[in-house]
């Protein structure tokens, strides 16, 4: 059992910028990966990044350049560094932990663009 919890969401005028942060309870690397996702109202949760306990990455489409997925296994914390925000970007966005699936959730952060 592990507790995410997720900070970092807010306001941001459309083009602007915001790290979002996950702390996790325990070590993260007894995980296979750490993800992000999000959902948008009325909408299904989709994938927005992982990472693996190799550090590898896989990032939605729609993200691609222009958010970041990082790790810091000693803070037991994965960051999503999200650039040019974009008005399709707002939602929920919620940290997961990996094995085959998500196992476990954080309560999720809103983060919310102006246009």
């Known amino acids: 059992q592990v507790q995410l919890v997720e900070s970092g969401g807010g306001l941001v005028q459309a083009g602007g910028n915001l790290r979002l942060s996950c702390a996790a309870s325990?070590?993260?690397?007894?995980?296979?990966?750490m993800g992000w996702y999000r959902q948008a109202p009325g909408k299904h949760r989709e994938l927005v990044a992982t990472?693996?306990?190799?550090?590898?990455?896989n990032y939605a489409d729609s993200v691609k350049g222009r958010f970041t997925i990082s790790r810091d296994n000693a803070k037991n914390t994965v960051y999503l560094q999200m650039n040019s925000l974009k008005p399709e970007d707002p939602a929920v966005y919620y940290c997961?932990?990996?094995?085959?699936?998500?196992?476990?959730w954080g309560q999720g952060t809103l983060v919310t663009v102006s246009s």
């Open positions: 990472i693996t306990s190799g550090e590898s990455t």
């Open positions: 325990g070590s993260i690397c007894s995980f296979n990966a």
């Open positions: 997961a932990a990996i094995v085959v699936l998500p196992a476990f």
